[in-house]
């Protein structure tokens, strides 16, 4: 259906275990195209090193991997946030030039929301609309401190 539209879209490739199993489609790609993506999911409080290490041997064995999902809580969406597994994940996809999509943008009352459960807002968003979760996905990617957003 996508190359219908698309001979060279992307397209994005789901692996097992809520897209985890990285290292399974490295061993059995689907062969005779150049622009398929597999996808990985990984949640900072959950997945650590294992799951780096499952990428890393997906990506060096030559599978090309797009982070579709990502939060910095635990898999459930909420618990405690780990910003320093969340950071090794960072400075990992970084390193292999991966690029990633953060969950969720809503404002739903869990720690994987970006914005505070009372914004109601579809725009103009402010440093005060977000979540812990939201500070630190606004503060790494624009490389500012807490103090410098303000």
């Not at 692996?15 to 061993?27: F, I, L, M, R």
């Not at 689907?30 to 290490?53: E, K, P, V």
């Amino acid at each position: 259906m996508i190359r219908s539209r698309d001979d060279d879209a992307v397209i994005l490739i789901g692996t097992p275990n809520w897209s985890q199993y990285v290292d399974q489609a490295a061993a059995d790609p689907i062969a005779g195209y150049d622009n398929l993506m597999y996808t990985l999911h990984f949640y900072a409080a959950t997945h650590t090193d294992s799951l780096r290490s499952t990428l890393v041997s997906a990506v060096d064995a030559g599978l090309p991997v797009f982070v579709s999902e990502y939060g910095i809580c635990d898999a459930s969406g909420g618990g405690v946030i780990d910003e320093d597994q969340a950071n090794q994940w960072m400075d990992l996809l970084d390193r292999y030039g991966i690029s990633c999509a953060a969950w969720n943008l809503s404002n739903k009352a869990e720690t994987c929301a970006i914005l505070q459960s009372d914004c109601s807002k579809i725009s103009g968003f402010t440093e005060n609309d977000l979540t812990d979760s939201g500070r630190w996905l606004y503060q790494m990617l624009t490389g500012s401190s807490h103090s410098e957003t303000n």
